[in-house]
């Protein structure tokens, strides 16, 4: 009696569902790509533009919008080079006059600040008569109101931060110049930080009289070399800390 012949299973998976299940895999990659693209958190995008002026901007503590005089600020801001050609407009929408403590006038605070071009952004310059007794590195009150200008700025942007603080060249007790001029960065380091923001934004520095702005050799050259320089950085790299 002849065998049957065994039927022929079913065989493997038909070539064209493979094609199709690779494709349909791209797809939804290539959907969830585009998702998590337009849903990227603002903090993100704000690492390539640390000065964001738009209106609808909330500050880091949720305090409210931004305020005009900042909001103008920050727009100014954004080209590093239009600002550096209008200092005297950075000047008065920092510290208008209405935030000025009652023993700093307009001309004494004209020469006791500068606006200065930095290779990595823009640095406020303040001189230690705006900031701190002879000799020491305790801020006086009027350097308070003035730096919470300058921290209320910082609050609205993602900006880094690098603050120096720099003497002339004449001996100082009991610390030397370069401790005292680390101190002095300190200090405001440590102001900043209690207006609550981030400290990973920040690096300090202390130069004593190394890198002077002026002639030691005259009483007003070495005024303007004991300074503290707040360098606020216009530019940022995608993979920095957040």
Request: charged residues 20%.
């Amino acid at each position: 009696m002849a065998r049957k012949k065994k039927e022929k299973g079913g065989g493997g998976t038909p070539a064209w569902l493979i094609t199709f299940s690779d494709l349909v895999t791209l797809l939804l990659t290539f959907f969830v790509l585009l998702l998590s693209m337009a849903s990227m958190d603002r903090v993100m995008l704000s690492q390539m533009s640390p000065f964001q002026s738009r209106a609808e901007i909330i500050s880091h503590q949720g305090s409210g919008k931004v305020p005009t005089r900042v909001t103008v600020l920050l727009k100014l801001l954004e080209d590093t080079q239009m600002a550096l050609n209008k200092p005297e407009r950075i000047k008065d929408l920092l510290f208008p006059d209405d935030v000025l403590p009652p023993d700093i006038d307009v001309s004494t605070l004209d020469r006791n600040l500068r606006i200065l071009e930095h290779p990595e952004g823009l640095a406020i310059v303040l001189t230690d008569s705006l900031l701190f007794p002879s000799g020491s590195y305790t801020l006086n009150p009027a350097a308070e109101k003035l730096l919470e200008q300058v921290g209320m700025m910082l609050q609205y942007t993602t900006a880094d931060c690098n603050i120096a603080g720099h003497t002339d060249n004449m001996p100082s007790a009991p610390l030397d110049n370069y401790a005292l001029s680390g101190m002095r960065a300190m200090a405001v380091l440590d102001y900043f930080l209690a207006l609550g923001i981030a400290p990973q934004r920040f690096s300090v520095s202390g130069y004593g009289p190394d890198k002077p702005a002026m002639d030691n050799m005259t009483e007003a050259g070495r005024a303007q070399n004991r300074r503290v320089e707040i360098l606020i950085k216009t530019s940022q790299w995608m993979g920095r800390y957040m």
